[in-house]
């Protein structure tokens, strides 16, 4: 064999090899990102719940969602909440259900959209679309009056935004009034003074870590 061929031989080898090498390592790379990057506790119960388990652990839902990618990569749902309400309030059923998608495509804990996709879908007839959001509903308010009962400051119920506050109200069947902060032993509390149904004045704890803490107070 003469020395060019050699040469050419033995550079075709090598770059076959190098190329296999290449391939190979573009294969294992993504497998190994996706190992040192696993779904977030939020992703992995979002996925369950929307499979159909509606018996999952809504607090920790609630809780890992603002300490989640999925969160810190949300967009500003504001515009969407306030059609889907404005077209709930109108009867547009589809237009309602549609922004309430909207809203929950961002933030699957939004108490409000929820309740608004059951409705919705209650009055065109979807009654298992109904049934699974008002599951839903159900199970993001029973996690916040399960955090305490909201009597005093030890007790508060533990919400992860103040929307949270007017969701519950809304359930109880009570109208806000004054709001007021407290401090104390390193926590935060919203102080709520709300009407009942029959005109008698209520004062209810939350705690607000959480916002405070997502929202740089």
Not at 80 to 93: I, N, P, S, V
Not at 149 to 177: C, H, N, Q
């Amino acid at each position: 064999m003469e020395y060019h061929d050699w040469i050419m031989q033995t550079y075709r080898s090598t770059r076959a090899k190098f190329l296999g090498l290449i391939m190979a390592a573009a294969l294992t790379i993504p497998l190994a990102c996706a190992a040192a990057n696993p779904p977030s506790e939020y992703a992995a119960l979002l996925k369950s719940l929307k499979a159909g388990n509606t018996s999952i652990d809504y607090t920790r839902l609630r809780i890992s969602y603002m300490d989640s990618p999925e969160y810190k990569g949300a967009k500003d749902t504001s515009d969407a909440e306030h059609a889907m309400q404005a077209a709930l309030d109108a009867k547009d059923y589809p237009t309602a259900l549609k922004k309430a998608g909207e809203v929950l495509a961002s933030e699957y804990v939004n108490i409000d959209a929820h309740f608004v996709a059951y409705i919705a879908n209650k009055q065109m007839g979807a009654a298992d679309k109904a049934a699974f959001h008002h599951a839903v509903f159900a199970g993001l308010v029973g996690s916040i009056l399960n955090s305490g009962d909201g009597l005093s400051a030890k007790t508060a119920w533990v919400v992860i935004t103040v929307d949270e506050e007017y969701a519950v109200f809304r359930v109880l069947g009570m109208r806000p009034g004054s709001q007021s902060v407290l401090n104390s032993d390193g926590h935060n509390y919203d102080l709520m003074k709300v009407t009942d149904e029959n005109g008698a004045e209520h004062t209810f704890y939350f705690n607000v870590d959480i916002p405070f803490k997502h929202y740089g107070f």
